[in-house]
């Protein structure tokens, strides 16, 4: 039992330097992997690039899947959106760069990406 009190701490231990040295640590957002060319293309489709925008709202999107892609991971200002569902919530008033990327079913980035700007009121 003290050792697995020492591997849970030692775990506690990594994930705490990762998440202070800014690298992934757990499934997520693999940002320094090349991204892979699988034929893949993303559309925002809503709201539109320039639109003025609430703080909170539905950000619309069509994948096209290649040979790799499973989904797509969001990024407003180039800060990743852990746990996007389809809604960008609290966004602070002014202007921000949405992109979404196409991203394989074990979170490495595939070529698609389409990116619009809002405007927070």
Do not use: W
Request: hydrophobic fraction near 35%.
């Amino acid at each position: 039992m003290h050792v697995m009190g020492r591997i849970g701490f030692m775990g506690l231990g990594i994930a705490l330097v990762g998440c202070l040295s800014g690298a992934p640590v757990f499934a997520g957002d693999n940002p320094d992997k090349a991204p892979i060319e699988d034929g893949s293309k993303v559309m925002i489709t809503s709201p539109k690039d320039g639109d003025k925008v609430s703080d909170s709202f539905e950000l619309k999107y069509e994948l096209t899947k290649g040979s790799q892609a499973a989904h797509v991971h969001a990024y407003v200002d180039d800060q990743y959106q852990k746990g996007f569902e389809g809604e960008l919530k609290g966004l602070s008033k002014g202007t921000h760069k949405i992109t979404v990327k196409g991203a394989t079913k074990d979170h490495d980035l595939v070529t698609a990406t389409d990116t619009i700007t809002v405007e927070v009121e």
